[in-house]
């Protein structure tokens, strides 16, 4: 099975047990690097994928929750390097991951680098915020030839014929962005989001990853009946700020 | 370290940009440039490409842009001759006076100019960010001049630095947006916008102020400032009798030099940008994002960027809050990679310097960002004795008083030569 594939089965392992798959998202090394093995475990143990986000010094898709926690992270030292060779100590996790970074990171790390560290550690595919399709044949091509996927988003903004070219060139799953914004926003789902993601659903035979704005259960149960996982990424951080336990947060949207 | 391409690679681009082949389709001047947005704002963009491709060379959209050059913003802005200037430091120097244009800046130029495609495109709002605050000042006051609304995003460091503009940007109807996050400058300013505009895009208007981001801002950006570079190339005709040996602009993200070089990349001409060397050579202290950077992806674009190994873009230093930038225009990144043009820096004492030295000599009191060309022009012009040289004087200073008010006028300095 390509490292893709192992995405789309987890996800879909979940389904077959009548939920949505809960694919939760972590600022690496944050609030402490020396924490991070023993939180991404507590997290894996819940999750059916887990998102490692790489901190950035721009992450300009996101909103204050998530930049603190990069900026933070960044401070203490945290970098792509030393992602990976934590993941490494980490052994392996059982849950798939996936690696959400910004471009720059991944190009100063080299791309034939990346997908090689990538195989060896569990990560089985990368989302890029800042990368429109146009631009990613080079890092397509690096992640493909290890069997790891680009992970493509699409937004309530983007027109049907860019949604079918969007997800037939997806690996893993398609994520959908719940909302016209950034992360972290306060709004909530949009009402229209069932037409949304049923229509995301029908351009793919990949099960479709909600994402943007879910922070509790009812948000989980309302994405899930349309869509095959939710991913949850302010709200966990948040989690993690305040010193709490995720993986109690975690098991609570699951209720 | 600069960065080069191969001589046989560089003349071919070099010889597209000189036919007006670039950017290419893909938004490319050779290996820079393209279109690094989140997926949200793929749609806008491409909105925008659309509208500027029906719009900027229409001629109904240049006939309204060059009425409103010509009858609001106040061009052609003089060429000024330097003679006590000139007597100082031995060359023939000439200066293009942006800082007569309307709000006291060339940003005047690409605000109109983008306010009347924001317009045309059905805008409900624009949003600008600023560095310096002339771009903001600028938006705020083509706004108003097409009348939309207009909010800016400003760095928190940049307001305290450049109150003055502030103040002017309410008073033309803006709102002012504080920018908390990040390195609290332009760079973080430009980030807040991009995350507003993902909020609304289909009826925000970003009204990029510098020939930076994704495509087709640079291009964009280019086009609506090439005016400085056509006007000056004819005055320094018409006044000078002939075209100069050698040309200075200062380059933040490049919008000025990228308006005054470009008319004149066909000429047999030494350019020359002027980055900001802030107070030393250490990433952190300074802005020379061409002279000290490395290629890389920020905001948009694949240019040159300050960065340090792991791929983070670094903060900068320099008294100008205009230069005080870490990434530059794709296109100038190119123009430095086929050695068509030079890109160098002057540091924050030397830009003082040659800041007083102008008054002193011209009664000209040009920006803290203009100064870095003096800086080095003059220092240029005491290898090269009998050259002719023209300088853009990008702007003025007097939104520069709060920080100038700091460092005292040096006694005698005004006594004459």
Redesign the interface.
């Known amino acids: 099975m390509a490292a893709h594939e192992r995405l789309t089965a987890a996800i879909r392992a979940a389904n077959s047990k009548g939920q949505p798959a809960l694919v939760p998202f972590l600022t690496a090394g944050y609030p402490e690097p020396d924490e991070f093995v023993d939180t991404l475990r507590a997290i894996a143990a819940v999750g059916d994928v887990v998102e490692v986000g790489i901190p950035f010094s721009d992450p300009m898709a996101d909103g204050m929750t998530i930049q603190r926690s990069s900026f933070e992270a960044l401070r203490k030292g945290v970098s792509l390097a030393w992602i990976f060779d934590e993941l490494e100590k980490a052994g392996d996790l059982a849950t798939p991951l996936v690696m959400m970074s910004y471009l720059n990171p991944l190009l100063a790390f080299g791309y034939d680098r990346l997908a090689e560290r990538a195989l060896a550690t569990g990560v089985c595919g990368f989302i890029v915020p800042d990368l429109p399709f146009e631009e990613s044949s080079e890092l397509r091509a690096a992640l493909e030839a290890k069997g790891l996927g680009l992970i493509q988003l699409v937004t309530p903004a983007t027109p049907a014929a860019r949604l079918r070219m969007l997800s037939d060139a997806s690996r893993g799953f398609v994520y959908a962005v719940t909302i016209t914004g950034i992360t972290g926003g306060g709004s909530g789902l949009p009402d229209d989001l069932a037409d949304y993601l049923d229509s995301v659903s029908a351009s793919t035979e990949l099960p479709v990853c909600a994402g943007f704005g879910i922070r509790e259960a009812k948000d989980v149960a309302n994405v899930g009946a349309h869509a095959a996982g939710a991913i949850v990424g302010s709200a966990l951080v948040e989690v993690l700020e305040r010193g709490d336990d995720p993986a109690a947060y975690l098991e609570s949207l699951r209720s | 370290m600069t960065f080069a391409l191969p001589a046989a690679e560089a003349q071919a681009l070099l010889d597209a940009t000189l036919r007006g082949e670039l950017p290419d389709d893909?938004g490319r001047f050779g290996p820079f440039g393209?279109?690094?947005?989140?997926?949200?704002l793929?749609?806008?963009f491409e909105r925008l490409e659309q509208g500027v491709r029906e719009h900027l060379h229409d001629a109904g959209f240049q006939a309204e842009f060059q009425r409103e050059l010509r009858e609001w913003v106040g061009r052609p802005t003089a060429l000024t001759h330097a003679p006590r200037l000139s007597e100082h430091w031995g060359t023939e120097v000439w200066l293009k006076r942006e800082d007569l244009a309307h709000t006291g800046a060339h940003k005047i130029n690409n605000a109109i100019g983008q306010a009347l495609l924001a317009k045309r495109l059905g805008a409900r709002r624009v949003i600008a960010e600023t560095g310096a605050g002339q771009h903001g000042v600028a938006s705020a006051a083509a706004c108003a001049r097409v009348g939309l609304p207009c909010a800016v995003y400003m760095g928190a460091v940049d307001i305290e630095r450049q109150a003055p503009n502030v103040d002017r940007m309410k008073r033309l109807g803006a709102d002012v947006i504080a920018v908390e996050?990040?390195d609290k400058t332009l760079?973080a300013a430009i980030?807040e916008a991009?995350?507003e505009w993902?909020?609304?895009?289909?009826g925000i208007y970003y009204l990029l102020g510098s020939a930076v981001g994704a495509h087709p801002y640079p291009y964009l950006v280019r086009e609506l400032q090439s005016v400085i570079g056509e006007e000056a190339r004819q005055q320094m005709i018409d006044q000078a009798g002939g075209l100069p040996d050698a040309v200075f602009a200062c380059v933040g993200g490049g919008s000025n030099a990228i308006g005054l070089f470009y008319p004149l990349l066909g000429d047999d001409i030494e350019l020359i940008g002027v980055e900001a060397g802030g107070t030393g050579d250490g990433l952190g202290q300074n802005a020379a994002t061409l002279a000290t950077g490395t290629p890389?992806?920020?905001?948009?674009a694949y240019t040159m960027?300050l960065?340090d190994?792991?791929?983070?873009?670094?903060e900068t230093h320099s008294i100008s809050a205009g230069l005080d930038y870490s990434g530059v225009g794709p296109e100038h990144a190119l123009l430095q990679a086929t050695g068509r043009v030079t890109y160098v820096s002057a540091n924050d004492a030397d830009s003082l310097a040659a800041l007083e030295e102008l008054c002193a000599t011209e009664g000209v009191l040009t920006a803290l960002e203009t100064a870095h060309a003096y800086a080095y022009a003059r220092e240029w012009s005491s290898r090269n004795p009998g050259k002719r040289i023209l300088i853009g004087n990008s702007g003025r200073g007097d939104k520069d008083m709060p920080t100038l008010t700091r460092y005292p006028v040096r006694s005698g300095s005004h006594g004459g030569a």
Request: proline share 9%; glycine share 14%.
């Open positions: 893909r393209g279109r690094y947005v989140p997926e949200t793929v749609p806008a996050t990040g760079r980030d991009l995350r993902v909020t609304d895009p289909a890389g992806v920020l905001q948009g960027i960065q190994a792991d791929g983070q873009v670094q």
